[in-house]
T-cell receptor, first 113, second 116 residues
Framework: GENVEQHPSTLSVQEGDSAVIKCTYSDSASNYFPWYKQELGKRPQLIIDIRSNVGEKKDQRIAVTLNKTAKHFSLHITETQPEDSAVYFC????????????FGTGTRLQVTL | GAVVSQHPSWVICKSGTSVKIECRSLDFQATTMFWYRQFPKQSLMLMATSNEGSKATYEQGVEKDKFLINHASLTLSTLTVTSAHPEDSSFYICSGGRAGGQDTQYFGPGTRLTVL
């Protein structure tokens, strides 16, 4: 089955700096890679996703890159703000809504003033 | 959008009792729903895949007789924790994807179960 590793487990940055979270996956058949943000006691919220037919996707301050050959993908947050503080999870899956997500272990991001 | 609700949002029960958690897709039909368990400061661990009209598929190590899943319609899946024990205390979250849609999973708000 799929195995997703995520680093770092905790990340502290100053407001305005950039944050980068990296994930690797094991199953070369995986082709959909979402990123979720989870605040304490709340549901994971999809913030960005990427499919294997593209190498990069950007949405305002958030971007994701994918290297299929190396089987790793990364989340980039620029101009971080205190409200970006949360736990971020990467995930990998195959196509279709019946395909189960395998989550990374999570990164606790703290944005300090 | 795609909204998933869960009920109850939290429940406290005595050891040995059973607890039912409902997961509903409010504005879309979900042929498949997923149930996750999340312990404090840990990641989401998939427990089972719930298929409308058929038996659920359980992940390795998850007892199907303890965690009963029923997916009676395209908008409702239920998880029943039978004979709950303190070690079952956790945050249970469901997710679903649109039937015929792509890969995006939409998560419910979660149910915090505390077993005394």
């Amino acid at each position: 089955g799929e195995n997703v590793e995520q680093h770092p487990s905790t990340l502290s940055v100053q407001e305005g700096d950039s944050a980068v979270i990296k994930c690797t996956y094991s199953d070369s058949a995986s082709n959909y890679f979402p990123w979720y943000k989870q605040e304490l006691g709340k549901r994971p919220q999809l913030i960005i996703d990427i499919r294997s037919n593209v190498g990069e996707k950007k949405d305002q301050r958030i971007a994701v890159t994918l290297n299929k050959t190396a089987k790793h993908f990364s989340l980039h947050i620029t101009e971080t703000q205190p409200e970006d503080s949360a736990v971020y999870f990467c995930a990998a899956t195959g196509t279709g809504t019946a395909s189960k997500l395998t989550f990374g272990t999570g990164t606790r991001l703290q944005v300090t003033l | 959008g795609a909204v998933v609700s869960q009920h109850p949002s939290w429940v406290i029960c005595k050891s040995g009792t059973s607890v039912k958690i409902e997961c509903r897709s409010l504005d879309f039909q979900a042929t498949t729903m997923f149930w996750y368990r999340q312990f404090p400061k840990q990641s989401l661990m998939l427990m089972a895949t719930s298929n409308e009209g058929s038996k659920a598929t359980y992940e390795q190590g998850v007892e199907k007789d303890k965690f009963l899943i029923n997916h009676a319609s395209l908008t409702l899946s239920t998880l029943t924790v039978t004979s709950a024990h303190p070690e079952d205390s956790s945050f249970y979250i469901c997710s679903g994807g649109r039937a015929g849609g792509q890969d995006t999973q939409y998560f419910g708000p979660g149910t915090r179960l505390t077993v005394l």
